[in-house]
């Protein structure tokens, strides 16, 4: 008789990209180490095919696994392989005025609305993951995951470096005491709670604190990173770009930038040539971290010779091996990839998101960070930093980025 196929279900945040790609890395590795292992994800479709998905076919021999009568994703872009996704946005994450702050009343507000239809969401997950015959959920890092698993009878991994609860917890103290104040109170006790019912905590570097209870459970692992396929020299040899020339990589993640930039005037000169992101380049801001607004040819202005903009198939892990300097946020996936490749990074502080503080923490104790004020950011003042950071480059430390492979295992033995 054939063993049945194991079932792993990843909950991601649909917050920004580094939540997704570092779960698709994992999930990668863990279908190495147990090829017939069924893996299925759930988020926000719309990151999956950001970052290069394509639409089933009818003919794909994969379950939809969508209960609202959608059409499934699959991620392609990172993989030979794909991997279903049940479209679906199930956690409240954080709203941005633009790629570098958080706007808290807006964000308290939609926690606490979408905390009110909580109890319905977990039920409905349940019922889901019951249904699809599951037999571990990984959850980076959507709470109600948590519960519903419990719920449905299955073993669960928390993934993170750092939660919801402790993200809203550092807003309480600057929301005025109202009815509404209160409220979000609840959410951050809830938030934190939904955690606590995982049966496994895998903690992340460069991660924020918890709760006593998952502290006392918690096990580091190595830094989860998507592995490069083309060095520096490849890639420069592939753009035409000799080593003589110093090149910074401009990107915010997933995030659109929300802000216009003048690119004549940022600073450059002959020894400097700019690779920019498309979600840098597009002025508008749709607030949970998409797309939005127009690009610079929209506007009928040409990029200036030392600026181009990064192909949209490109994968970006090479960008970073190739650039001298990556500047953009703080976030990690932009921080582990860059501390991979030893790639200096120069960030410009993000308002409102206590997470940054030890992310910065692990990039400057690996010698790779170089601040920027937003205001010099904004106004193309960038040399001091830039130079600064081309400096630190020979002595940026290795990291341990055997993280996926590690948390594949560990998976494997949950089955």
Known sequence: MNERKRNVVFYVSSHGLGHLTRCVEVAHALRL??????????????????????????????????THGGRSSCITHMLEETFPVRDRDLDAGAVQLDAFTIDVDATRDAATAFHASLD???????VWLAGAGADLVVSDVVGLALPAARRAGVKSV??????????????VDVLTRTRAGCAFGDVVAREDAMLEEADLFLRLPGHSSFSQTLERRAKDVPMIVRAQREGREAMRARFGIGEATKVCLVMVGGHALGMALDWRDVYHDDDWVYFVTASVLGGGFDGRGGRGGRGADDDGVSMPPHVRVVPPDAFIPDLVAMADVVLGKVGYGTVSECLAARTPL??????????????VSLLTANGAGVEM?????????????????VALRPHVVRVDASGARTVGAMLLSML
Do not use: Q
């Not at 319905?120 to 997950?125: F, P, Q, R, V």
């Not at 928390?158 to 550092?170: A, E, H, K, R, V």
């Not at 308002?351 to 030890?358: Q, S």
């Open 33 to 66: 180490l147990a090829s017939e292992t069924h893996i299925t994800f759930v988020t926000r479709g719309s990151n999956c095919e950001i970052l290069g998905a394509r639409k089933l076919r009818a003919d794909d021999d994969f379950e939809d696994g969508n």
């Open 120 to 126: 319905g969401l977990i039920a409905e997950e349940a």
């Open 158 to 171: 928390l993934m993170t470096n750092f939660s919801w609860g402790f993200i809203y917890g550092s807003f």
């Open 346 to 359: 120069v960030y410009v502080p993000r308002l409102n998101f206590a997470e940054e503080r030890d992310i």
């Open 373 to 389: 004020a937003r205001e010099t950011f904004v106004c193309g003042r960038w040399a001091d930093a830039l130079e600064a950071a």
